[in-house]
T-cell receptor, first 113, second 116 residues
Framework: GENVEQHPSTLSVQEGDSAVIKCTYS??????FPWYKQELGKRPQLIIDIRSNVGEKKDQRIAVTLNKTAKHFSLHITETQPEDSAVYFC????????????FGKGTSLLVTP | GAGVSQSPSNKVTEKGKDVELRCDPI?????LYWYRQRLGQGLEFLIYFQGNSAPDKSGLPSDRFSAERTGESVSTLTIQRTQQEDSAVYLC??????????????FGPGTRLTVL
């Protein structure tokens, strides 16, 4: 089955700096890669996603890049703010498994003022 | 509009008892997923339903776990003879369709299960 690795497990940055979280996946059939943000005690919320037919997607301060050959994808957050502090999860999925999400173990991001 | 809802929000049970968790997906969403999140961990896929097709149970950790869904509405996850390692937050998610180009999964608030 699909195996998703996520690094780092914790990340601390100063407000205004950039944060990068990296994930790798194992199943070349995976073609949908969402990123979820989970604040303490809350449900996961989708922040951005990318499909395998594109290499990069951007939404304001958030961008995701995908390298299908290397089977890795990354989340980039620019101009970080304290409210970006949360746990971020990457995931990979494919239609053969009904797009069930295989999650990484998460990255706890702390943005200090 | 109404999002995914789950009940109960919290459940404390004794080891060996059965529990039933409920999920109400967003109206019109044909796909429904169950995940488990242990404390401080990522989410593990358990099972998914798509319309009237047979569910994919490949993620269920043991035969003590089962789930049902009535048509394209409510789903229940049942854990029989609960064990302490079953303690976790159980999250339900729904999405519009598997074949759609847009298949964002919307999560419910979860049920926190504690097995004493």
């Amino acid at each position: 089955g699909e195996n998703v690795e996520q690094h780092p497990s914790t990340l601390s940055v100063q407000e205004g700096d950039s944060a990068v979280i990296k994930c790798t996946y194992s199943d070349s059939a995976s073609n949908y890669f969402p990123w979820y943000k989970q604040e303490l005690g809350k449900r996961p919320q989708l922040i951005i996603d990318i499909r395998s037919n594109v290499g990069e997607k951007k939404d304001q301060r958030i961008a995701v890049t995908l390298n299908k050959t290397a089977k890795h994808f990354s989340l980039h957050i620019t101009e970080t703010q304290p409210e970006d502090s949360a746990v971020y999860f990457c995931a990979a999925s494919h239609p053969n498994s009904g797009y069930a999400l295989n999650f990484g173990k998460g990255t706890s991001l702390l943005v200090t003022p | 509009g109404a999002g995914v809802s789950q009940s109960p929000s919290n459940k404390v049970t004794e080891k060996g008892k059965d529990v039933e968790l409920r999920c109400d997906p967003i109206s019109g969403h044909t796909a429904l997923y169950w995940y488990r999140q242990r404390l401080g961990q990522g989410l593990e896929f358990l099972i998914y339903f798509q319309g009237n097709s047979a569910p994919d149970k490949s993620g269920l950790p043991s035969d003590r776990f089962s789930a049902e869904r009535t048509g394209e509405s409510v789903s229940t996850l049942t854990i029989q003879r609960t064990q302490q390692e079953d303690s976790a937050v159980y999250l339900c998610a729904s999405s519009l369709a598997l074949s759609s180009s847009y298949n964002e999964q919307f999560f419910g608030p979860g049920t926190r299960l504690t097995v004493l």
